[in-house]
Every structure is written in structure tokens, then in C-alpha cells.
């Protein structure tokens, strides 16, 4: 079966055209500044086709583009835009209805757009993929894989927030959880791994790129995670806070007479990393400054480790046992020395890597030393994957 999977942004289209039966990604590429100037790339297999600036006045457009390309007689990897068995999108929001990824249907593509009140920035350009792909493809099937549906299985200890009912009943106020695709995605794998049922596993799975979430996996399921009903809580990010006392943000405005949207707005471009080290959001470079003696940037990646433990730690005492710790996405796959400090302080709880096993990047390791309790892996998360897995099931029903 032949998968195309969507990843719309609000200026940007990001697809991947899977062979399902060989395993096989036959193309990829990403159009942005949609509505802007406008620039698109292509792969083939590894090979980079093309990669030039291009107008792309909207995402219908975009997409046509990439069917173009797709079933270009001299480039292409499909004869005919037809050979597309399905398409999957990844929706950031599902709300409280879906618990797993869906065919849309008009109902629920209609949901989508309701909870885009809970996701602003990510639904609506979703919509507008799922839109385009209608027009261009009307008679292929359309997947919706959502990011929330991993955490729907959190108790309501987990998800409630501990104000008025009145606020969850009326507006659904909760924690929804994100980055759901990659924490099942390298649970799952690490569930192989382990070759145990995922019943009788209880995994710590840590997403930390730049935006960082760490999710309690209590027998095989979502118990806890902890970015909320909106993916700024949690952890410190690249530009995003995490947790704080949410009176800062009635405190600046009396201070200031910043708007409440605009602190937040404030909290998610342009806090976290960025805004302790003063340099960037990004932990290379963040890194790199440390290393050279630059205070900030020491305290910035002091703040990010003692972040990534206290959720491991949290994690492990609600849930009351821990087999197996995953790391995944841009930093947990790649930052040697931040895997081996946070796992360096969790060997009461029996956790011990092995350094040489270590010294790997953004490749499917397990990299605990003898001795240890819990297994530690690094585990390259694969989002899309998953998407085209969940697509192939559903359309193949
Ligand atoms: P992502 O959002 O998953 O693409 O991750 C982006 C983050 O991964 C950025 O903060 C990068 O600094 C971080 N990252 C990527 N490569 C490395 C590396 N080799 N060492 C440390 N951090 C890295």
C-alpha cells in the first residue's frame, strides 16, 4: 500500500510518500513560506531532486506541486496520482473524542475545527491540509492521527486540573498532553525491545527537542505526561517555559500592563533556554557557551537537566516501578553528555548506562551498563512512520 503522510503548518506542508510493503520512504520533501515567497524541496529515495524557491499562494497549491513531483515521468515515484492508496494527517488536538487516529469524515473534520479553540496555532492548518488533499485526491482516503489520542488514557487523576468542575464540563479544560505520535511511536518500539507485553512494562518516555515532553507509560499505557492542555507546560523548552506559578501572569500585566495573551505569548517565543541563557533556544548552541564559561548559558543547561529529572522522578514514584527509560527527538538522540548527567543521578532508582554504548546519536541503542534495574534506550523517534502505520490499518478496513 502507498502512504502519503501531511504535515501542515500554518506556512509549511512537510510530506512523506511511504511504501508500506517494502518498509520504504519513495519520497519527501517540505514546501514553506506558503503564502510568502514560497520554496520547496524533493527527495527521491536520499537524493535530493530539487530544492528551489517556487510560488506557493496556498496550500492547495503546495500539494499539487507535490503530486506533480511525485508522478513526474523523470523524477517521480508513482506513475499516477491514483497509486495513492491514503493519505494520513497529523492533528496536534482531538479533544476529549478521540482516543485513536480516524478516517475523516465530515464529523470529524468538523470536531477538529471545534477544538481548534485548544489548539490555535496547530488545527487550523490541519484543516487546511486536510482541505487541499480532499480537492486534489476526492476519492482517496483521508487519516487523521492525533497527537492528544496517545494521553487519552490518563485517569482523571492525571488530566483534571484542580479548579471549579464547572471549567472542564463547560470548556473542556484539562491536560490533553502532546507530542502523543512520538511518545506511542518509541514506547511501542521500546516494548519490542524489551519483548515483554507492554502490559507487564512501565516506561518512562522522554520527547526532549524544542519542545520537550516526558510521558509516565503505566503498563503499557499513557498515565501521565506532562505538557498540558497546551503544549506549554512541562519541562523548560527551546523559547517556552514549562511549569510556573500561573500568578506571573496576572503579576506582569498589574507590572506592565501586558496583555494576558500577550504574556503568554511572551512565554512560549520567547522564554525557556533562550531567555536564561540569553543566547539561544537551541542546546548546541547553549552548549557550546557553557563549555566556554558562559554563566548564563551554565545555568540555562542546569535548568534543562534538572527539568528532565524531576519529571523522570516524578514519574517513577507515582507510577511505583520503572523498567525501561526512553531518549528520543533532536536532543534526546543526540546529547551524550545531557543522557549520561540525567541518568548519572537516577542510579538510586537503578538506572546505570554504560558510557561507550552511550556515545551514540540518533541511532536505536540500548545503552544500559550491567547491573542496572531499568533499561535505558535511545530510540529515533518516527512520527510519520507512525502516521502511515495507522493509515494503512484504517484505510486497508
Ligand atoms: P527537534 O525539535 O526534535 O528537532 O530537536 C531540536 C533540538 O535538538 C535543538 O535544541 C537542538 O539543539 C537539539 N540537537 C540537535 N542535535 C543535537 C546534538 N548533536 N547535540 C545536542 N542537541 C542537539
Known sequence: MIILVVNTGSSSLKYQLFDMDKKEVLAKGLCERIAEDGHMDYKAGDKTVFDKDIALPNHGVALQYVIDALTDSEYGVIADMNDINA???RVVQGGHLFNKSMVITPEVEEAIDRFSVLAPLHNPPALVGIRACKQVLPNTTQVAVFDTSFHQTMPE????????MEYYEKYQIRKYGMHGTSHRYVTERCVELCGKDRSELNIITCHLGNGSSITAVKNGYCYNTSMGMTPLDGLIMGTRTGTLDPSVVSFINEQTGMSASDVI?????????????GISGDVRDISKAAAEGNHRAQIAREMLLKSVRHFIGAYAAEMGRVDAIVFTAGIGENDID????????????????????????????????????VRTFVIPTNEELMIAIDTEALAGE
Do not use: Q
Not at 157 to 164: A, F, K, Q, V
Open 87 to 89: 493519505v494520513g494527517h
Open 157 to 164: 487523576e492525571s488530566y483534571l486540573y484542580p479548579i471549579p
Open 265 to 277: 505569548s511572551m512565554f512560549n517565543k520567547k522564554s525557556g533556554l533562550l531567555a536564561v541563557s
Open 338 to 373: 545531557l543522557r549520561e548527567k540525567v541518568c548519572g543521578s537516577l542510579e538510586f532508582m537503578g538506572v546505570k548506562i554504560d558510557a561507550e554504548k552511550n556515545n551514540t546519536r540518533g541511532k536505536e541503542t540500548e545503552i544500559t551498563a550491567p547491573g542496572a534495574t
